[in-house]
């Protein structure tokens, strides 16, 4: 787990708040904002940019659930949940990937420790397995766009498929550019002459 974690706190109550940054602090982590509610937990954090918050589920205004949604919406946060009693209904719509554990109050500090390493565990699986997902789809259209350039380049000079390719890596190593964007710039100029022929 990373260390010296940069934690926001929301809770209405003042002495949990307080128990939270004590706790936090011999952790060795840095509470960097406090919040009264859901809303003024999302204010503080557009400048904050925590790397973490801990938000009890109900609060004024805004809760818990509801600033989490908010603040992932904007960048991606994980956030561990805190609530006085234990509450299926809720834990079934706190199934996002951002939220990475929920604790049940009062709250030990030992409780604290493991679910702030679980749950950054966790978090840090979803973003990788959410990168390489995010990787694979953008390879799997680049490939399309150059399986398409390909087309053009045999329709438009009367090559086979071998030496079409060939022809659009040795235009991508001559111009120094990557062969996805030696395509985008084939696919776009048919897009051009497509539309001229039908004007």
């Known amino acids: 787990m990373k260390r010296n974690l940069r934690i926001a706190i929301a ?11 004590e706790a936090l602090t011999r952790l060795g982590h840095q509470v960097v904002a406090t919040a009264e509610s859901g809303q003024q937990l999302i204010e503080k954090c557009q400048s904050i940019h925590p790397d973490l918050v801990i938000a009890d589920i109900r609060m004024p205004e805004i809760d818990g659930l509801q600033a989490a949604r908010a603040l992932n919406a904007q960048e991606p946060t994980p956030v ?77 000079l009367q090559v086979n498929e071998d030496e079409a390719f060939r022809r659009l890596r040795k235009r991508a190593s ?13 696919v776009a100029a048919e897009d051009i002459f497509h539309n001229l022929d039908r004007t």
Do not use: C, W
């Open 11 to 21: 809770d209405d109550e003042g002495d949990i708040r307080a128990y939270l940054q």
């Open 174 to 186: 001559d111009q120094n550019i990557r062969l996805i964007e030696v395509a985008r710039h084939i």
């Open 80 to 156: 561990l949940l805190l609530s006085a009693h234990h509450e299926p209904e809720t834990l079934a719509s706190a199934s996002a990937d951002y939220i990475v554990g929920y604790l049940v109050k009062p709250i030990s500090e030992a409780n604290l420790k493991t679910a702030l390493a679980v749950g950054l565990s966790r978090y840090e699986r979803f973003q990788a397995l959410a990168r390489e997902s995010a990787e694979l789809r953008q390879s799997l259209e680049d490939r399309k766009l150059i399986e398409k350039a390909k087309g053009i380049v045999m329709n438009r």
